[in-house]
Each structure stands twice: as structure tokens, then as C-alpha cells.
């Protein structure tokens, strides 16, 4: 976390991404991205939920162990599921240590202005990110996934949470489903970087889901997406591909067998099969 606020002293962009399993989050990790959120989203872009209530504490640490074994550079930061620190604090911190105990996450995300909280996780020693305005975790208390922000009452409002957030601990804001004026007077005022999805430019990084940007999510893109690859079509020509090759004995080739040396070939072709034990031959 510490590097993340040295890159806003030196104004370089942080790049995140989030990731939930080995093979991607290598390959996020190898391409240079410098923070791998296991998000809660993977409810519902790896498990197929309609929102990110369901998962588990864990699910989420399964999933956050597969990344710590693959990431080497990247900051591993772990969503904590709905339900995991909606209760007392002295159980918001213990779940939080499971994810840096068990999982070998070196932070955790929380949503909303749960100021105490985050004081609490960072006496506990666990650097912490918050996640302000769209909040996916309150779906339901929002009515839908709106914009938030949008009345000189609720701006005011999300920029006295995230200082609040800031001076109780936060090591970064995750600032999403907002106005690019509001992200930018929040990052103006704050000493900690602020990360936007759907912020606008002025924030200190950004982040975005893996499967939008390679469009993998079978649900059409918010606005603030921008997509860099067809990962689907690729994977839906490969197996198309794969499946015809098999029906039509095209696949595996001669060259993708094993084979006997010609000398156990000859002896096991002209010998007669043993008899098996238990089985009369007859
Ligand atoms: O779970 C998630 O993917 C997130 C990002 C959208 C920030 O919280």
C-alpha cells in the first residue's frame, strides 16, 4: 500500500485489475498491472450470481489463495463479502485477518463510510481500501446500480466520507459510479490515492473488471467499460474447433499419440491375450 501512495506523490497512474484464479491473475501480474483486487464480482462473473450478496467469506478466501500463488509483484488486495463486517467490528476485523492469515492478501477492500471499521482494521495492522458512492454491496438500499453523487448534498456528502475513510486509516478509496467532478475534487483533497471505475480521469488510478474489459460477462457493458479484446469469440472458435475435430476423427492426430516401440508392437499384436484371473476361458 505504501507504494501506491508513493506512485501519487510522483503522479504516475496505478493500474488495477480485478482477478480470481491462478492462470488470469499471472498473467495480470506479468503484464504489469500494480494492484489485483480479488473482487467480490466474482459472484457474479466467475459463480453466476445476479449480484455479489451471495458469496462467501469462503469462497472468497478460496479464491484469493489461487491469486496469492500466482501473483509475484502486484499488490493482492481481497474484497470482503457482504455479511463479513456488517456486524460488530471485533468480527469485521476477525474475518479481515482470516484473508491476510489464511489467504495472503496484503490488504482488504470494504464498502461504504464504515469510518470505525477501518480505524479498527488499521490498528489491527491490515491496511485497508475503501469503496465509495455505486457500492454493489448496497444494491438494494440504492434501488438498482445508479450513479451516485449526482446533488450538491450527496457530493458533499462522499467527499466528507472518503476524508473521514482517509484520516481513520484507508490506505486507498476505491471511488466508483460517480461524477468525474467529484472524483477529482476527492482526489484533490485526499493524501491517499483514489482508484476509479466509472470516476472519469482525474482519479489517482484505475481499475476495471477482468471479464468487461475482455468481454466475458454475457451482459451488456456499463458505460464507463471500455473493452480490449473478444475473449469469448476467441474461446467459442477454439472449442467450436475442438469439437469438430473430434466428430470428425481429425482429432488427436498420429503425431499427438504415443506409440510402442516397434518391437513390443510386433509381440503384443501377434501374442495371445492372457487369460484373466477369475474368468473361464473358454
Ligand atoms: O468486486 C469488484 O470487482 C470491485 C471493483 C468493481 C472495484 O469491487
Excluded: W
Amino acid at each position: 500500500m505504501p507504494a501506491l501512495a508513493g506512485m501519487k506523490r510522483q503522479g504516475k497512474p496505478i493500474t488495477a485489475l480485478t482477478a480470481y484464479d491462478y492462470a488470469t491473475s499471472r498473467l495480470v501480474d506479468e503484464a504489469g498491472i500494480d494492484m489485483i483486487l480479488v473482487g467480490d464480482s466474482l459472484a457474479m462473473v466467475v459463480l453466476g450470481h445476479d449480484n455479489t450478496l451471495a458469496v462467501t467469506v469462503d469462497e472468497m478466501l478460496h479464491h484469493t489463495r489461487a491469486v496469492r500463488r500466482a501473483v509475484r509483484r502486484a499488490l493482492v488486495v481481497a474484497d470482503m463479502p457482504f455479511g463479513s463486517y456488517h456486524g460488530s467490528l471485533a468480527e469485521g476485523v476477525a474475518n479481515a485477518v482470516r484473508f491476510i492469515k489464511e489467504a495472503g492478501a496484503e490488504a482488504v477492500k470494504i464498502e461504504g463510510p464504515r469510518v470505525e471499521l477501518v480505524r479498527a482494521l488499521a490498528e489491527a495492522e491490515i491496511p485497508v481500501v475503501g469503496h465509495l458512492g455505486l457500492t454493489p454491496q448496497s444494491v438494494h438500499k440504492m434501488g438498482g446500480y445508479r450513479v451516485q453523487a449526482k446533488t450538491t448534498e450527496t457530493a458533499l456528502q462522499l467527499r466528507s466520507n472518503a476524508e473521514a475513510l482517509a484520516e481513520a486509516g484507508a490506505g486507498a478509496i476505491v471511488l466508483e459510479g460517480v461524477p468525474r467532478e467529484v472524483a477529482a475534487l476527492i482526489t484533490a483533497d485526499l493524501e491517499i490515492p483514489t482508484i476509479g471505475i466509472g470516476a472519469g480521469p482525474e482519479c489517482d488510478g484505475q481499475i476495471l473488471v477482468f471479464h468487461d474489459i475482455l468481454n466475458m460477462t454475457f451482459a451488456p457493458h456499463a458505460k464507463f467499460v471500455r473493452q480490449y479484446a473478444d475473449v469469448s469469440a476467441v474461446i467459442r472458435e477454439a472449442v467450436e474447433q475442438y469439437r469438430e475435430d473430434v466428430e470428425h476423427r481429425a482429432f488427436p492426430s498420429d503425431e499427438e499419440s504415443y506409440h510402442l516401440p516397434a518391437a513390443v508392437r510386433d509381440a503384443v499384436e501377434t501374442a495371445e491375450a492372457p487369460a484373466v484371473a477369475g474368468i473361464r476361458q473358454v
